[in-house]
């Protein structure tokens, strides 16, 4: 059985500060995606990170694929408010249609 | 943007009662799953489907549930006699196809709570 972890479990931090969440396995993943989840509604996806060492940037959002594709981070410069949110990766095991595994997730709070 | 679409948005029901959740995945896709999130809980693999069948299933999908692709369009995911612990949040998802991108895409979920 193939698990994500993820760490930190919550975090609080004051707008403007910078953050990296961790994402950690013992297994391979041929893939690696990042999706928000606000209270009540469905995971949308951030990115998706396929080649091991790869980073991919999405405005303020640094996120980066370990060398071995075991592991993945997601690093946030100058918080906002409006990225308080669950924040999970999901590990696909190959790109033909497997499903995806996901971590329990890492709960963010932007405080203003 | 297109986007995968979920029916209804909460749905109650009596234990023992069968219940039947819809999904419009993005049109183009071809590759459909379920997921399911209990409060609190991680988000689980439940079933997922290509070519007009089931491709894998976890343990959590048995002989109680059912999917089907009635049409073109819809995805609906069906329990037959539904229990408690049935309670949860249901996540539809699609992506391209298999081999290709492999970026699934969520809908806003049903939220289904056995009374």
């Known amino acids: 059985t193939q698990l994500l972890e993820q760490s930190p479990q919550f975090l609080s931090i004051q707008e403007g500060e910078n953050l990296t969440v961790y994402c950690n396995s013992s297994s391979v993943f041929s893939s690696l995606q990042w999706y928000r989840q606000e209270p009540g509604e469905g995971p949308v996806l951030l990115v998706t990170v396929v080649t091991g060492g790869e980073v991919k940037k999405l405005k303020r959002l640094t996120f980066q694929f370990g060398d071995a594709r075991k592991d993945s981070s997601l690093h946030i410069t100058a918080a906002q408010t409006g990225d308080t949110g669950l924040y999970l990766c999901a590990g696909a095991r190959d790109n033909y249609g497997q499903n995806f595994v996901f971590g329990p997730g890492t709960r963010l709070s932007v405080l203003p | 943007e297109p986007e995968v679409t979920q029916t209804p948005s909460h749905q109650v029901t009596q234990m023992g009662q069968e219940v039947i959740l819809r999904c419009v995945p993005i049109s183009n896709h071809l590759y459909f799953y379920w997921y399911r999130q209990i409060l609190g809980q991680k988000v689980e693999f439940l079933v997922s489907?290509?070519?007009?069948?089931?491709?894998?299933k976890s343990e959590i999908f048995d002989d109680q549930f059912s999917v089907e692709r009635p049409d073109g369009s819809n995805f609906t995911l069906k329990i037959r006699s539904t229990k408690l612990e049935d309670s949860a949040m249901y996540f539809c998802?699609?992506?391209?196809?298999?081999?290709?991108?492999?970026?699934?895409?969520f809908g806003q979920g049903t939220r289904l709570t056995v009374v």
């Open positions: 998802a699609s992506r391209e196809s298999p081999g290709g991108t492999p970026e699934a895409f």
């Open positions: 489907f290509y070519n007009n069948e089931i491709s894998e």
